[in-house]
């Protein structure tokens, strides 16, 4: 925590400071665990066509689309879902993200395939410590681990890079009732600024919980 020079005595600030940079491996860790889970996506639709007792091709593949347009192409032209039950075809449209209309960015797949894109075809994608001051969330030791549990109803607080902490005078009678949180965020994309395992989660769950299920009556 460095103290801000032109901060007063009497209401000082603070801004959290990193001693060195995101280590490197943070981005690699990252990339390494979403690849897979957009790979796993793949993996479905190769084992849908192979449900049908037909056999799958290099061309299929999940389609992720932004429109219908695009949706129809892949299907049509690019012979992405070949072999696929139709029933099954129309569970993979259901679940593109243009139905959510000029919220598509917001979309799992959307952000999946996006972050998937950077880390393979761009670079390592760029992680930092962010912090934040909540008033809402409590912080215990379980196990000798850190854990933080926000209450019902409570948001997650929003992580800044150079977020400032207010220190109050100091005294006897004064407590502050705050916590300073600063964990590892995502730096750029669609998840800018929000912490790392809590999207994670997010999108594991939906793909393992949400999406997956969908398809499980096509192999009974």
């Known amino acids: 925590m460095v103290r801000d020079k032109d901060s007063p005595d009497d209401a000082p600030t603070f801004t959290l400071k990193p001693k060195g940079p995101m280590p490197a491996r943070f981005g690699l860790i990252i990339g390494d665990c979403l690849q897979n889970l957009r790979s796993s996506l793949d993996y479905l639709v190769w084992e849908l066509v192979l449900a049908t007792n037909s056999q799958p091709a290099e061309h299929n593949m999940f ?8 949706f129809r192409n892949a299907v049509s032209k690019r012979k992405r879902l070949l072999g696929v039950h139709p029933d099954a075809v129309a569970e993979i449209e259901a679940l593109q993200p243009y139905h959510l209309g000029q919220d598509w960015r917001k979309s ?37 681990e850190l854990i933080a549990h926000l209450p019902a109803g409570a948001s997650m607080p929003i992580f800044d890079g150079d977020a400032k902490i207010d220190a109050a005078p100091l005294s006897e009678q004064m407590k502050m009732n705050a916590q300073l949180l600063a964990c590892v965020t995502f730096d750029e994309g669609p998840a800018k600024g929000m912490e790392v395992t809590i999207c994670m989660n ?3 769950n939906f793909v393992l919980n949400v999406l997956v299920p969908k398809f499980e009556r096509f192999f009974s």
């Open 202 to 204: 997010e999108w594991i």
């Open 108 to 144: 799992k797949l959307w952000v999946i395939e996006e972050f998937v894109n950077i880390n393979k075809h761009r670079r390592v994608l760029l992680t930092m410590l962010r912090s934040s001051l909540t008033p809402q969330m409590d912080i215990f030791q379980v196990g000798g």
């Open 63 to 70: 389609p992720i689309c932004t429109s219908a347009d695009l």
